[in-house]
């Protein structure tokens, strides 16, 4: 009788289990942008090191071999990714990249600049990322997505079998795991660091191996939904809500291993 985390059967592989039986879980890369540079008009993102920190706890506990970037360019974020990509990860699970940085409606930033976010993730396609073709690749986004802000609303209470033929398409098996929803500020406290990635670190540690991914992330939105709110001395930016954007291509259900 297999444990529900488990992605093999006596049968054999679970067809809708992504396989976790690889020597590594694989790369964790953190690039962690603070300081940008004054042409930006960006200011420092205090508090972020505390999400890199706990990203980078959270994430090796996991088994991943994890690897931080402080303070990159957007020249230096492509080279970065684009080189993490022709690395071999045939004897990978799976891949993670958490981005912590400025961010507006489709763009990230570079300390130096922003740049679409597809032109970051597109190196880990199918097409050109060979050996995590049909493997969870996670991206993780702790960033701005406009400026918009969410004032929240009352509620009121009542108390495929091992054949390496089929194609797959190049978008598939990506997570794009944003903080706030697409338009909307997303908020990060200097001491405690981002409302989201205490969160997503938080619910991880709990639920690992035990809970699918997408079920671990429903959590996380809640958490952030009803958990927070912000408190600010600005005019307007009091009593804040936001809600975590979870956008998924898996095909498969995610079960980290048990810690």
Not at 44 to 57: E, F, L, Q, S, V
Not at 157 to 185: H, K, M, N
Not at 216 to 224: E, F, S
Request: aromatic share 12%.
């Amino acid at each position: 009788d297999s444990a529900p985390f488990s992605s093999s059967t006596a049968a054999g592989p679970d067809p809708y289990c992504y396989r976790m039986d690889y020597p590594s879980m694989g790369i964790c890369l953190i690039i962690n942008n603070k300081n940008f540079h004054s042409s930006t008009g960006m200011n420092a993102r205090n508090g972020t090191d505390i999400d890199a920190a706990y990203a980078m706890k959270t994430f090796s506990s996991l088994g991943y071999n994890v690897k931080v970037e402080n303070d990159r360019t957007v020249a230096q974020m492509k080279e970065l990714l684009s080189r993490v990509s022709k690395q071999d990860h045939s004897g990978s699970a799976s891949f993670v990249c958490v981005l912590l940085s400025h961010g507006d409606e489709g763009v990230i930033y570079g300390i130096d600049g922003c740049e679409r976010f597809e032109n970051l993730t597109q190196y880990f396609k199918g097409d050109r990322c060979r050996s995590l073709v049909g493997k969870p690749k996670l991206f993780f986004i702790q960033a701005c997505r406009g400026s918009a802000l969410d004032g929240g609303s009352w509620i009121e209470t009542d108390s495929v079998d091992g054949q390496t033929s089929e194609r797959i398409p190049v978008e598939a098996d990506f997570l794009y795991a944003y903080s706030t929803a697409p338009g909307y500020y997303s908020w990060r406290n200097t001491s405690n660091g981002s409302w989201f990635m205490q969160s997503l670190c938080e619910m991880l540690l709990r639920y690992s191996g035990e809970l699918e991914l997408m079920q671990i992330m429903t959590r996380v939105n809640r958490k952030v939904a009803l958990h927070f709110e912000s408190s600010s001395s600005l005019p307007g930016f009091s009593s804040k809500k936001q809600i975590p954007c979870i956008v998924s291509m898996l095909t498969k259900d995610f079960y980290f291993p048990k810690k």
